[in-house]
């Protein structure tokens, strides 16, 4: 066989179908991360949640994304690779369907960690299945089509999620994706190839519980460390303490199992590990600002649901001008793209920390316009570059930890910047309001108040709300300088990355396991 040649041969109609329908559940996949960051301020007046609580069915959304993701190898090899893949989008559907009938945020939750549980196997699936049916000079070709969903879907999933939840309720920014999901679901089972599962196909329960168990921990340690006063809390030692010891014993039994869940041996080719870190760094910047946006904008600046969703939407209108841009930039170098993608990702960044709470519709609309064009740019050199210099063999397992770390990165970055603007809000309002007192002879002079009146109940009221709008905007700033650092920080890194080559090098020994299913 032929270097080029593909490694499943089919029909040409068969690989067009599978690639729309690869499509159609990539699209699905972030849509709903974005549907979501859309209608999160209409979910926590329906579920009286806080801040925090509500950023809960996303986080945990993609956290479970982050544990399931891995076990694509062992379901390829236990149920065969049409059976996953139809079973994955399936199970999706019906965990979507239910997230739109969620009565009470903690059964929301549940349906979504479904929801990414489901979700997670079905982006590297559909990544190997489209680079094993088609030949390898088309990969960067089909890569960037398979991607198109990365963009379609922030474009108008969040568009049309904004306009039905102001027409009629948050439930039909899901239920308006099961249809959708029902096509893609079709279309993998009729045009993907039946195969033959392995005759022996084991999972290393070890390793995966304990990687579980690790990221769940950090991961509720994260969420709940600001309201729980951190390390004053037992509750949050023990479970700093349950996570560490679970990491320990995954990182212990990866290094001496014969068969481990994941294989760090991998990390010695340059290429992956570089593409590692940055698609961490990625995973940080790609989901955070979806989070944040609709919850500042609809609370605090009183933006309406519809007006939301252009925003959100807009980051999907720059990721098509970003898919296109990187066809060009890519002619040149990868390395140049990717960098250039994070630079303006940087950008945006110190663009968002010179908002405040007088932004118009078009400057945050423009904005995530250049935010998305960003990650059009980055993430399909990105992709191509990590795997460039790995045997095809070791592509499932390699795929699989490439999207773990991005989604483990923007969980807990999402944490973490919702834990600073909780935290910050609080300082920053206590600050403010130690200067409304009748002791501050700034306060007396008439030009300073203007209309704001302390000295009665309803004047006050008034201004501790503003006081709290601004102590907020303060706090959405110093998330926002985070985001910009980590934008900063990845741009030096990819200009380390190396050059592909023509063969497969850097790649694990022939002895080392190619997958954790057997």
Known sequence: MSADAPVIEIPAFQRACCLVSGMLTVTLYFTTILVVSTVLPQIQGAMSATADEVSWIVTFNILSTAIATPMTGWLVARFGRKAAMSGCIGGFGVATLMCGFAQSLEELIFWRILQGAFGAPTIPLNQSIVMDIFPRHQHRFVLGLSGIGVVIGPVIGPTLAGQLAELYSWRWAFHILVPVCLVAFLGMLVALPAE??????RLDWIGFLSLSVALGGLQY???????????????????????????????????????????LRILFNRN???????????????????????????????????????????????????????????????????????????????WLMHFNLDVTPLEIILNGILQGASVGIVIVPLT???????????????????????????????????????????????????????????????????????????????LSKEVTRQAAMIAYLNAFGWFTLIAALAIPLALLISRSRPAALGAPSPAAPSSQAR
């Open 196 to 201: 033959r599962p392995a005759e022996k196909a």
């Open 384 to 462: 191509v570059v990590t795997f460039s210099d790995l045997e095809p063999r070791f592509r499932p397992e390699a795929s699989s930890v490439f999207h773990l770390l991005r989604n483990i990165a923007s969980s807990l970055f999402i944490s973490i910047s919702v834990a600073e603007v909780i935290r910050s809000t609080g300082l920053n309002y206590a600050r403010m309001a130690e200067m409304v007192s009748p002791h501050n002879k700034t306060l007396s002079l008439p030009w300073v108040l203007g209309a704001w009146d302390y000295t009665t109940a309803s004047g006050l009221a008034r």
């Open 221 to 263: 340690v994260i969420a709940r460390g600001q309201r729980l006063d951190w390390f004053e809390s037992s509750e949050i030692v023990i479970f700093c303490a349950v996570s560490a010891l679970a990491f320990y014993v995954f990182l212990a039994h990866s290094l001496t199992a014969k068969r481990p869940f994941l294989d």
């Open 272 to 350: 992956l590990t570089l593409g590692y870190l940055l698609v961490m760094l990625f995973g940080m910047l790609n989901f955070t600002p979806m989070v944040l946006m609709p919850t500042l904008l609809r609370q605090y600046a009183e933006f309406p649901d519809a007006l939301v969703g252009w925003v959100v939407g807009s980051r999907g209108i720059g990721g098509v001008i970003g898919f296109f841009a990187a066809m060009v930039i890519n002619r040149l170098d990868p390395r140049i793209s990717i960098a250039t993608g994070f630079f303006l990702l940087f950008v945006s960044g110190l």
